[in-house]
């Protein structure tokens, strides 16, 4: 295959996979589902934030932070949910596949439509920043790093998620898969502690995606956890693609 045609394939697939990222972003906001996922999401996050905010008097989103990957185990689910299970469900799958598309351009395509969809629920957090700024000095690296850490964490728990919407078409039972495995990994440091040594849990830390998210919530970027939620990213998208080809 000569170097015209890589670059002709390539292009195509880059075409493909925008069309169905726009589709399927586009397709949230049109039904009320999205709007109710926000809405909760803001709601319990807010809560979180402000019932303590004062409590503690600093001025920092240390607490919105410490608790966001556990409330991503429960949203973010509720957003990948329907990625494949509904397109099964109701057949517009096989009506997919007679498009001159691959099994990867609609994995990819659907991963950065619920990606994208995550980042417009975190835009309205910024406010947690402007306010707790307004109030005192803030520290604006942690912040950053946090921003790039949540990022991160949604789009793995987004891979996760399109990886359980692929097991199953029934949605329910997606979005009870998908917030096992999430939930899991983000607790999973801390019910180790109740029944390993601590030289065992340090070990077992590396699976953990809240010990990662916390290291790059300090506002220490290190390649390691980037490279973790990357790693997690490929592992679910991957096997994403091969249970669908093997449903085929």
């Not at 912040?143 to 987004?158: D, K, Q, R, T």
Request: hydrophobic share 55%.
């Amino acid at each position: 295959m000569n170097t015209n045609t890589k670059t002709k394939i390539q292009m195509k697939s880059t075409e493909n996979i925008k069309h169905i990222f726009k589709r399927e972003f586009k397709a949230y906001f049109v039904s009320p589902i999205a709007y109710i996922v926000i809405s909760i999401f803001l709601l319990i996050i807010g809560w979180l934030f402000f019932s303590t905010f004062f409590l503690m008097g600093q001025a920092n989103l240390t607490r919105f932070f410490s608790m966001l990957p556990v409330t991503f185990a429960f949203v973010i689910p509720a957003v990948t949910m329907r990625l494949f299970s509904e397109e099964i469900s109701v057949g517009t799958y096989e009506i997919l596949l007679t498009l001159p598309v691959t099994f990867m351009d609609i994995i990819v395509g659907k991963f950065l439509a619920a990606v994208a969809f995550v980042g417009v629920m975190l835009s309205p957090t910024l406010f947690y920043a402007i306010f707790t700024s307004a109030l005192g000095t803030l520290d604006w690296g942690p912040v950053i790093g946090g921003y790039i850490g949540a990022l991160l964490l949604g789009a793995s728990f987004c891979a996760i998620g399109l990886l359980a919407s692929s097991l199953t078409r029934n949605q329910v039972v997606a979005f009870i898969i998908g917030m096992a495995i999430c939930f899991a990994l983000t607790m999973l440091t801390d019910f180790l502690l109740f029944f390993l040594p601590d030289a065992l849990v340090k070990t077992f830390q590396y699976f953990s995606a809240n010990f990662h998210f916390q290291n790059i919530a300090r506002g220490v970027v290190d390649t390691r956890d980037i490279f973790y939620f990357l790693s997690v990213m490929f592992i679910a998208l991957y096997g994403a693609n091969l249970i669908m080809q093997e449903k085929k």
